[in-house]
C-alpha cells in the first residue's frame, strides 16, 4: 500500500471512505469536501499560521471534514467533546485562545452566548466551505497541527499540541504494527475528541484506504448487527465497550449472541486499550468469540507506546513490546534506568510520536520531560518479554470506561456546592467502569445531602461521565500531619 505525506488521506477516489447511518461517501467525495472547506477557511488569505480552530461536532463527515480541512488550510484543529457540560468549555475555548468555532446548527443557540463572550465567531460548516478549491499552503510537517485536552495531575485540563510529524508518525506506526490495509471496515462509536478515536481508528483507517462507519454512539444493536452480517473485519474499544457487549448477550436470545459472537470470530482483529483489560475480561472475550484481544498502552501525549503483536504470542494482563519507532524505558525514583527484570519503574517514552508541548504552559511541558524522555506517570514491569502496567503515580488520576479524569477538577466543581465543606474524590474498581469515580463527602453544620440531589446539580457542571458514582458522607477527611488528605487512606475505607 503507498503511503501518502500530507494530508493525511488515501487518494484512490472512487473506493468508500466514510459510511455514516445509510450514506456513503467516497474518497473523492471527502476529499473535494475538505479541499473546499480549507479554502473557505482561508477565504483568501495564504495560510491560516496555526489558528486555532475548534469543533463541536459528531462523528460525520463533517466532522472529518473540519478536522482535514483546518489541517490542509495551516490551522490547529481543536476537536471539543460533544458531551462536554458548557461550562467546560469556557476553559478549552480560552485556554487555546480560539478564534472561530465550527459547530452544527442545531447547537449554536447552546453555544452562542459562550462564543460571543470570547470573541469567538460561531460557524457551521455549509457555511464555510466554499463553492471551489482555491490555492492551499504548503505545510511543513513540524508545525503545530492538533490540541487535544488531557486531565492531569492539575486543577484544569491542559493542551497537548502535537505537529504534523507527530501525527504522521504515530498513524504510520500502527498502520504496520497492526497490518491495516484498504481492505479493512471498522466501526467508530468512540468519542471524537481523544487519540483512541481520532488517531487509532480514524485517521488509521483513513490513511490506509480502509471504511469507517461513523456512529454518534455506542449503539449496541446496530452494531452487533452489522457485526453479525460481517460488515467489520477490525474492532477497537476500550474495555467497558467488551464488558457491556457481554452484559448485552447475557439478555440476548442465545441464537442471537451465537451469530453476533460468529461475527467477532471472523474478524482478524480486536483491540483493547485507554485502561487496563482484566484477565478476567481477556478469558471471557477469548472463550465466547475465539478472538485473542490485542491490549495495548497509549496516552495523549504519545500515541501508541507499547503494543502486544499482531502476530505472535499476545498475553493476557499485558500491554506487550515498544512499538517500532517508540523508545520506551523504566525509570526508578533516582531516575535511574532500570535494567533488573521484574523491577517496578516509572514508564518514560521517546521517538517522533511524542507530542511537541502543553499549550502555552511551557512549564508544565518541561516538567514532564527528563532527559529528553517524555515521563508517563504509568509504573510498569518488564516480565518475561512483556510490559505490564502496575498502575499510576498519582492517586488524582481515574481512568473511567477509557476517560482519563482528575479527581482534583471533580473536587473542584464539588467544592462550589453549597452544603459541602470538604471532599476528597477516588477511583474505586468497578468491573463496568474499571473505577468508578467516589466523592468522600464532609458537609457544612446542619447540612444533608441525597446522591440523586448531587447527581442533578452536577448536571450542566462536568460532563456526565465525570458526576459521582457513590458519595461517602463523613464526619471529616482523613488528613496527614501537613493537612494533606490521605487519599490511600480512603481507599482503604472502600
Ligand atoms: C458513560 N457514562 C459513564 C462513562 N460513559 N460513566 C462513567 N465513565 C464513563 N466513561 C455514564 C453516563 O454519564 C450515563 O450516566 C450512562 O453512563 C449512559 O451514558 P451513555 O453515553 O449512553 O453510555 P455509553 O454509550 O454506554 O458510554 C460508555 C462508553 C463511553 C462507550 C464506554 O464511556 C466511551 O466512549 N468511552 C471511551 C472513551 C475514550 O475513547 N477514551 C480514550 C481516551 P447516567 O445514566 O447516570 O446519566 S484514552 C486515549 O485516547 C489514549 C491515548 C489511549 O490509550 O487510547
Ligand atoms: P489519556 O491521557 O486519556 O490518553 O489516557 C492515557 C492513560 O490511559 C495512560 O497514561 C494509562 O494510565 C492509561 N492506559 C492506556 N492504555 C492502557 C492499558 N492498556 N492498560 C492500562 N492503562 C492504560
Same mark, same amino acid.
Given at each position: 500500500?503507498?503511503?501518502?505525506t500530507?494530508?493525511?488521506?488515501?487518494?484512490?477516489?472512487?473506493?468508500?471512505?466514510?459510511?455514516?447511518?445509510?450514506?456513503?461517501?467516497?474518497?473523492?467525495?471527502?476529499? @473535494?469536501?475538505?479541499?473546499?472547506f480549507?479554502?473557505?477557511?482561508?477565504?483568501?488569505?495564504?495560510?491560516?499560521?496555526?489558528?486555532?480552530?475548534?469543533?463541536f461536532?459528531?462523528?460525520?463527515?463533517?466532522y472529518?471534514?473540519?478536522?482535514?480541512?483546518?489541517?490542509?488550510?495551516?490551522?490547529?484543529?481543536?476537536?471539543?467533546?460533544? +458531551?462536554?457540560?458548557?461550562?467546560?468549555?469556557?476553559?478549552?475555548?480560552?485556554?487555546?485562545?480560539?478564534?472561530?468555532?465550527?459547530?452544527?446548527s442545531?447547537?449554536?443557540?447552546?453555544?452562542?452566548?459562550?462564543c460571543?463572550?470570547?470573541?469567538?465567531e460561531?460557524v457551521s460548516?455549509d457555511?464555510?466551505?466554499?463553492?471551489?478549491?482555491?490555492?492551499?499552503?504548503?505545510?511543513?510537517? %513540524?508545525?503545530?497541527?492538533?490540541?487535544?485536552?488531557?486531565?492531569?495531575?492539575?486543577?484544569?485540563?491542559?493542551?497537548?499540541?502535537s505537529?504534523?510529524?507527530?501525527?504522521? +508518525?504515530?498513524? %504510520?506506526?500502527?498502520?504496520?504494527?497492526?497490518?491495516?490495509?484498504?481492505?479493512d471496515? #471498522?466501526?467508530?462509536?468512540?468519542?471524537?475528541?481523544?487519540?483512541?478515536?481520532i488517531?487509532?481508528?480514524?485517521?488509521?483507517?483513513l490513511?490506509a484506504?480502509?471504511?469507517?462507519?461513523?456512529?454518534?454512539?455506542?449503539?449496541? /444493536?446496530?452494531?452487533?448487527?452489522?457485526?453479525?452480517?460481517?460488515?467489520?473485519?477490525?474492532?477497537?474499544?476500550?474495555?467497558?465497550?467488551?464488558?457491556?457487549l457481554?452484559?448485552?448477550?447475557?439478555s440476548?436470545?442465545? +441464537?442471537?449472541?451465537?451469530?453476533?459472537?460468529?461475527?467477532?470470530?471472523?474478524?482478524?482483529?480486536? #483491540?483493547?486499550?485507554?485502561?487496563?483489560? /482484566?484477565?478476567?475480561?481477556?478469558?471471557?472475550?477469548?472463550?465466547?468469540?475465539?478472538?485473542?484481544?490485542?491490549?495495548r498502552?497509549?496516552?495523549?501525549?504519545?500515541?501508541?507506546?507499547?503494543?502486544?503483536?499482531?502476530?505472535?504470542?499476545?498475553?493476557?494482563?499485558?500491554?506487550?513490546?515498544?512499538? /517500532?519507532?517508540?523508545e520506551?524505558?523504566?525509570f526508578?525514583?533516582?531516575?535511574?534506568p #532500570?535494567?533488573?527484570e521484574?523491577?517496578?519503574?516509572?514508564?518514560? #517514552?521517546?521517538?517522533?510520536?511524542?507530542?511537541?508541548?502543553y499549550?502555552?504552559?511551557?512549564?508544565?511541558?518541561?516538567?514532564?520531560?527528563?532527559?529528553?524522555?517524555?515521563?508517563?506517570?504509568?509504573?510498569?514491569?518488564?516480565?518475561d518479554?512483556?510490559?505490564?502496567?502496575?498502575?499510576?503515580?498519582?492517586?488524582d488520576?481515574? !481512568?473511567?470506561?477509557?476517560?482519563?479524569?482528575?479527581?482534583l477538577?471533580?473536587?473542584?466543581?464539588?467544592?462550589?456546592?453549597?452544603?459541602?465543606? @470538604?471532599?476528597?474524590?477516588?477511583?474505586? /474498581?468497578?468491573?463496568?467502569?474499571?473505577?468508578?469515580?467516589t466523592?468522600?463527602?464532609?458537609?457544612k453544620?446542619?447540612?444533608?445531602?441525597?446522591?440523586?440531589?448531587? !447527581?442533578?446539580?452536577?448536571?450542566?457542571?462536568?460532563?456526565?461521565?465525570?458526576?459521582?458514582?457513590h458519595? !461517602?458522607?463523613?464526619d471529616?477527611?482523613?488528613?496527614?500531619?501537613?493537612g494533606?488528605? %490521605? !487519599?490511600?487512606?480512603?481507599?482503604?475505607?472502600?
Amino acid at each position: 500500500m503507498a503511503v501518502n505525506t500530507f494530508p493525511q488521506l488515501s487518494n484512490d477516489n472512487d473506493k468508500v471512505a466514510l459510511v455514516e447511518v445509510d450514506q456513503s461517501y467516497s474518497y473523492g467525495t471527502v476529499n @473535494e469536501r475538505i479541499d473546499r472547506f480549507a479554502s473557505g477557511l482561508l477565504a483568501g488569505e495564504q495560510d491560516l499560521e496555526e489558528e486555532r480552530i475548534a469543533f463541536f461536532i459528531p462523528a460525520s463527515l463533517d466532522y472529518v471534514t473540519v478536522l482535514h480541512g483546518v489541517w490542509r488550510a495551516g490551522g490547529i484543529a481543536v476537536p471539543l467533546n460533544v +458531551a462536554s457540560a458548557v461550562a467546560e468549555l469556557d476553559h478549552y475555548l480560552s485556554c487555546a485562545s480560539v478564534t472561530r468555532m465550527i459547530a452544527n446548527s442545531e447547537y449554536h443557540e447552546a453555544l452562542s452566548e459562550l462564543c460571543a463572550s470570547l470573541n469567538i465567531e460561531l460557524v457551521s460548516v455549509d457555511q464555510v466551505l466554499a463553492d471551489s478549491v482555491g490555492a492551499l499552503p504548503k505545510i511543513d510537517e %513540524t508545525r503545530r497541527a492538533m490540541m487535544l485536552f488531557t486531565s492531569g495531575t492539575t486543577n484544569k485540563p491542559k493542551g497537548v499540541v502535537s505537529t504534523h510529524k507527530t501525527i504522521k +508518525a504515530q498513524i %504510520t506506526t500502527l498502520i504496520d504494527a497492526w497490518e491495516w490495509s484498504e481492505n479493512d471496515v #471498522i466501526p467508530l462509536f468512540l468519542p471524537l475528541h481523544h487519540i483512541h478515536g481520532i488517531i487509532n481508528i480514524l485517521s488509521c483507517g483513513l490513511w490506509a484506504g480502509a471504511t469507517v462507519h461513523l456512529f454518534s454512539k455506542f449503539d449496541i /444493536p446496530r452494531i452487533t448487527e452489522q457485526v453479525t452480517s460481517g460488515t467489520y473485519n477490525v474492532f477497537m474499544a476500550v474495555p467497558t465497550i467488551y464488558v457491556k457487549l457481554i452484559q448485552y448477550f447475557d439478555s440476548t436470545d442465545p +441464537a442471537t449472541v451465537r451469530a453476533i459472537c460468529d461475527g467477532f470470530a471472523e474478524m482478524r482483529l480486536n #483491540i483493547s486499550g485507554s485502561a487496563a483489560c /482484566p484477565v478476567k475480561l481477556f478469558k471471557q472475550w477469548q472463550d465466547l468469540t475465539g478472538q485473542v484481544l490485542l491490549e495495548r498502552y497509549g496516552m495523549t501525549e504519545i500515541g501508541m507506546g507499547i503494543s502486544n503483536p499482531y502476530h505472535g504470542e499476545r498475553r493476557a494482563g499485558c500491554v506487550g513490546q515498544a512499538l /517500532p519507532g517508540v523508545e520506551v524505558q523504566l525509570f526508578d525514583e533516582y531516575d535511574s534506568p #532500570i535494567t533488573e527484570e521484574a523491577l517496578a519503574g516509572e514508564i518514560r #517514552i521517546k521517538g517522533e510520536n511524542v507530542f511537541l508541548e502543553y499549550w502555552d504552559n511551557p512549564k508544565a511541558t518541561s516538567e514532564s520531560f527528563k532527559d529528553g524522555w517524555f515521563c508517563t506517570g504509568d509504573v510498569a514491569v518488564w516480565e518475561d518479554g512483556f510490559y505490564r502496567i502496575m498502575g499510576r503515580s498519582s492517586v488524582d488520576i481515574i !481512568k473511567s470506561g477509557g476517560y482519563k479524569l482528575s479527581a482534583l477538577e471533580i473536587e473542584g466543581v464539588l467544592l462550589t456546592h453549597d452544603d459541602i465543606a @470538604e471532599v476528597a474524590v477516588i477511583g474505586v /474498581p468497578d468491573d463496568t467502569w474499571g473505577e468508578a469515580v467516589t466523592a468522600f463527602i464532609g458537609l457544612k453544620p446542619g447540612a444533608s445531602l441525597e446522591y440523586e440531589d448531587l !447527581k442533578t446539580w452536577c448536571e450542566g457542571r462536568m460532563s456526565s461521565y465525570k458526576i459521582p458514582k457513590h458519595i !461517602k458522607l463523613v464526619d471529616a477527611l482523613p488528613r496527614n500531619a501537613m493537612g494533606k488528605v %490521605t !487519599k490511600p487512606a480512603l481507599k482503604e475505607l472502600v
